[in-house]
């Protein structure tokens, strides 16, 4: 079965410190891709990062990282540097394929709080 | 990034009516938009997925009669909410992609049924 997994369903991180924010995924897809997004209280699914099974080197976006681990089939999201607007919903997500088409699949979620 | 829009942002309507949502692709052509339903709290689960000019694909347990999804263009998909009953309410989000290209999201829309 095709699955995503975030087991923090919340975090607080003070403000300027690294935080990450854990993911697991269950695929038997040699190809998939793994994303992160960014969910504000305003609702709107803001695209973070994305790294594609077979890409060699870990994704980065500025102070976005992914840790893509793929035996362990884990694609942790790394935030360096937190600020007070880092403070949302992520979720974790998983392109699969099915027929001749894709669908994203969503885990659960995790809401980081930035502390002062 | 690509950006997608959707209107209404938010609707209340009275149990028993009909509401349309609209999905947007505003400077791209989308192949295929993506229907979700999040409730308070949740993650988004995926209804839809629907190509231009053909049927849409419904998930598991996703009623095809009660969520009508029509893609007429390369930038236009609805959603149409028949029937509207309280335990519809929720928060919908339209997605859409070029040929598999990253999913770009629209802001949302609050349905909140009387």
């Known amino acids: 079965a095709q699955k995503i997994t975030q087991t923090q369903p919340g975090m607080f991180v003070q403000e300027k410190e690294a935080v990450t924010l854990d993911c697991t995924y269950d695929?038997?897809?040699?190809?998939?891709?793994l994303f992160w997004y960014k969910q504000p209280s305003s609702g709107e699914m803001i695209f973070l990062i994305y790294?594609?099974?077979?890409?060699?080197q870990n994704a980065t976006e500025g102070r976005y990282s992914l840790n893509f681990q793929k035996a362990r089939k884990s694609a942790n999201l790394v935030i360096s540097a937190s600020q007070l607007g880092d403070s949302a919903m992520y979720f974790c997500a998983m392109r699969v394929s099915y027929s001749s088409a894709s669908k994203i699949i969503f885990g659960s979620g995790t809401r980081l709080s930035i502390r002062p | 990034g690509a950006v997608v829009s959707q209107h209404p942002s938010w609707v209340i309507c009275k149990s028993g009516t009909s509401v349309k949502i609209e999905c947007r692709s505003l400077d791209f052509q989308a192949t295929t938009m993506f229907w979700y339903r999040q409730f308070p709290k949740q993650s988004l689960m995926l209804m839809a997925t629907?190509?231009?000019?053909?049927?849409?694909?419904?998930e598991q347990g996703v009623e095809k009669d009660k969520f009508l999804i029509n893609h007429a263009s390369l930038t236009l998909s609805t959603l149409t909410v028949t029937s509207a009953h309280p335990e519809d309410s929720s928060f919908y989000i339209c997605?859409?992609?070029?040929?598999?290209?990253?999913?770009?999201f629209g802001p949302g829309t609050r349905l909140t049924v009387l």
């Open positions: 629907s190509n231009e000019g053909s049927k849409a694909t419904y």
């Open positions: 997605s859409a992609e070029n040929r598999g290209d990253t999913q770009y």
């Open positions: 790294q594609g099974s077979y890409d060699q």
């Open positions: 695929t038997s897809d040699p190809s998939y891709g």
